[in-house]
């Protein structure tokens, strides 16, 4: 997959969320609480990795490891969005300068 077709696809489903939000709250999410449910996730690739090393006691294996990191690639899609941010040129960025970095 194409990073465009990651946003374009990301941002329907963020739009179809918010819409959901809206019904049930009254009002969409902020990007405060989206970024606060990226570091949920977050939270949990790491304990899914901590459990497929084996160095986790007693996992429940509700989530998956590839799917947790996929749904954080979908909240930094929708937080770049949401915050004007270029992600394929910030990304584009940032791999450059850590590949000039590191050859020096």
């Known amino acids: 997959m194409e990073i465009r077709e990651l946003i374009q696809r990301s941002t329907k489903i963020r739009d179809a969320y918010h819409a959901l939000e809206m019904k049930q709250e009254g009002k969409p999410w902020t990007s405060e609480q989206d970024a606060l449910a990226f570091l949920s996730d977050a939270g949990l690739v790491g304990r899914l990795v901590m459990d497929n090393q084996g160095s986790w006691p007693d996992s ?5 490891l590839d799917a947790k990191i996929a749904e954080c690639m979908w909240w930094l899609s929708s937080l770049a969005e949401e915050n004007q ?12 300068d850590r590949e ?5």
């Open 60 to 64: 429940d294996q509700y989530y998956k």
């Open 85 to 96: 941010i270029d992600l394929e040129k910030s990304l584009d960025n940032f791999l450059g």
């Open 100 to 104: 000039k970095h590191l050859k020096s």
